[in-house]
């Protein structure tokens, strides 16, 4: 992995120049620039591994991605030296989880927490478990469920480790999976594809992160290959874009051209992409932009300003939604996060709807109900929040 690179968001917490903190639960009530506010903040599922992406069916259920905890108590998993030195763990801890909400209601039902796949796999910190790299995001195409499984790295190490259960553990890390029944089935290996295609023509590094349905098939966002990618049903990949380096700026390295880093791609309500990116190493402050991508055209940024950009959303209004892992950059040494709303016809016009979130790592909307992931690359201690959208 190059220092201008990061495996989103396993990764990132390690950069952090101070253990992490926990933060208030207040909301951010009153604002000069709209009316709209987020309410009844309350804590739907907690206690999660590393929790990251989110996605609504339409029964208003939520479904979770949760990037494990490594290996677990399984003592004899591989452990190897991560991409920050400090050693991490393989293991069968990553799973998805469903959320019964009694329909669209933002309330759960009692007990109605639980776990439609388990046993996918997880890399995490050997010491606690925390920075998990696994289940990365979810997304429905009709009625059935799929998700994307990262790596953060060389897709070649999953050969590298030991045969057997291990080996077929690793075979699905950077691959798309359909969930069928209380297992998964492979759709296509996004690893493979960077072995040999390699869409950025530099070192090889893969991280599917996010996913969306698109074209009758999705379009994945890799955040390690920094490209946009477009997956057939039938397994097929074509590369959209690669997304270009950013502008040179100081670093404690030396003068550095950031990676984009993607991070999240989101189906909007006008049938375009809108892909997020964090900005990689030295990670700048304010840097991070949305772009859109529309059928036949070049791509464009739509809106920017932000830092460490991990998830996109839309409001009924058609108002984009914003969550940054990170508010004041990952070197900073402050875990806090933030949801801006964005005005979608004058992306100039930003609002913070809520400061008060640890390393936030996925959001999803459902009309009025506003779902986040958080204390996303912690073990043990990630959460997702409900929160009342007005506008």
């Known amino acids: 992995m190059r220092p201008t690179r990061l495996a989103v968001p396993g990764a990132a917490a390690a950069l952090l120049v101070v253990p992490l903190l926990g933060v208030g639960p207040s909301v951010a009530d009153e604002h000069d620039d709209g009316d709209v506010t987020l309410e009844d903040r309350k804590v739907l599922a907690n206690k999660l591994d590393n929790p990251r992406g989110l996605t609504v069916d339409d029964d208003g259920d939520v479904f979770v991605a949760q990037a494990g905890e490594g290996r677990g108590r399984d003592t004899s998993a591989p452990c190897f030296p991560g991409p920050t030195g400090a050693d991490v763990c393989l293991g069968a801890t990553g799973k998805i989880t469903e959320l019964d909400m009694r329909g669209h209601s933002g309330r759960l039902h009692r007990n109605g927490v639980s776990d439609v796949v388990e046993g996918l796999p997880s890399v995490a910190l050997k010491a606690d478990g925390n920075e998990g790299i696994g289940p990365s995001d979810v997304d429905f195409a009709g009625d059935d469920l799929f998700a994307t499984i990262g790596l953060g790295a060389d897709p070649a190490v999953r050969d590298r480790v030991p045969a057997g259960k291990h080996r077929m553990l690793a ?26 295609v390699n869409p950025e023509k530099d070192d090889f590094d893969t991280n599917p992160n996010s996913l969306a349905s698109y074209r009758r098939g999705f379009a994945v966002a890799d955040a390690g290959g920094n490209s946009l990618l ?29 990676d984009a880093v993607p991070t999240t791609v989101v189906r909007g309500p006008d049938g375009d992409l809108y892909v997020s990116q964090l900005t990689g190493f030295p990670f700048p402050k304010g840097t991070a932009t949305v772009w859109r991508f529309e059928d036949g055209e070049d791509p464009e940024v739509f809106a920017d300003g932000f830092t460490n950009v991990i998830d996109l959303g839309f409001t009924d209004d058609g108002d984009l939604l914003v969550l940054e892992f990170t508010t004041n950059g990952l070197l900073s040494g402050d875990p806090k996060g933030a949801l801006h709303w964005v005005d979608s016809d004058d992306t100039d016009k930003h609002k913070v709807l809520t400061d008060e979130l640890t390393m936030p790592g996925g959001l999803a909307v459902d009309g009025d109900d506003l779902y986040v992931s958080n204390n996303s690359a912690m073990a043990n201690k990630g959460e997702v929040l409900h929160f009342t959208l007005n506008e």
């Not at 477009?230 to 700026?249: L, M, Q």
């Open 171 to 196: 075979a699905k890390l950077a691959t798309v999976q359909e969930v069928d029944g209380d297992e998964v089935e492979e759709v296509a290996d996004i690893g493979d594809y960077e072995r040999k």
């Open 230 to 258: 477009r997956v057939d049903r039938d397994g097929d990949i074509s590369t959209i874009f690669v997304f270009p380096k950013e502008a040179a700026v100081d670093s404690p390295m030396g003068r550095l051209s950031p």
